[in-house]
């Protein structure tokens, strides 16, 4: 079983469309990310949840929107997407907002066209 | 304010040698390190914490990791290479009271048969 699944693997989309990406876990854990990796291979936290409530923001653009229905689920959700926003996107989750020791899904290699 | 260094870029070990892949840190307060690694076209992977205690932390594959608070530093270290270690490695810093987890820049190592 995988204990962090997200998905689609690979999306590839023209500017301004709107789309999602799904993540999963079963792991029982409280606290899920969304991180972001450019093609520089950085790491940049981008949003957290625990509980379902958001407890993480970082400096994201609005159309950026991520949406936790129960605890083991966290989506994001990108409005008019832009070249920029080519990236692998990956979904986290670790046991508790103090304990972030962090299991990662396989990511979502986003590219905008 | 929490920033990491990994000076490194690409780390070049012959199998058998032993390695060591640098991270140093600059936090204010007390500081919770981390090492994962990235396989290519996979999520990250835990490999070790250090929070408290021993400044010696042993993780997954026969890697360690040695908490140094004079030098602000905690190098990655394993006795003697695999061809099979070859992958990204991450070191991440996040200060006591946070949950916002900094990631560094990543040091690829690539270990030679």
């Known amino acids: 079983d995988t204990a962090v699944s997200q998905t689609p693997k690979y999306l590839v989309t023209q500017m301004g469309n709107d789309k999602s990406i799904k993540c999963e876990q079963n792991l029982g854990h409280d606290t899920m990310y969304w991180y972001k990796q450019d093609s520089k291979k950085f790491l940049k936290i981008m949003f957290s949840y625990n509980n379902k409530e958001l407890i993480i923001n970082e400096t994201v653009p609005n159309r950026f929107s991520p949406k936790s229905p129960d605890k083991a689920h966290l989506n994001l959700h990108i409005n008019s997407l832009e070249l920029g926003d080519s990236a692998v996107y990956f979904c986290a989750s670790s046991p508790s907002r103090e304990n972030t020791e962090a299991f990662f899904g396989q990511g979502t290699r986003l590219t905008v066209v | 304010a929490q920033s990491v260094a990994q000076p490194e870029d690409q780390v070049n070990v012959a199998e058998g040698n032993p390695l060591t892949v640098k991270c140093t840190y600059s936090v204010s307060g007390n500081p919770y390190l981390f090492w994962y690694v990235q396989y290519p076209n996979r999520g990250l992977q835990f490999l070790l914490k250090?929070?408290?205690?021993?400044?010696l932390v042993k993780g997954s594959y026969g890697f360690e990791a040695e908490f140094n608070k004079s030098q602000t530093s905690f190098h990655l270290k394993k006795p003697s290479a695999l061809v099979s270690d070859s992958a990204l490695y991450f070191c991440a810093v996040r200060v006591g009271g946070s949950y916002i987890p900094t990631f560094g820049r990543g040091t690829s190592l690539i270990v030679h048969p």
């Open positions: 250090y929070i408290t205690g021993d400044n």
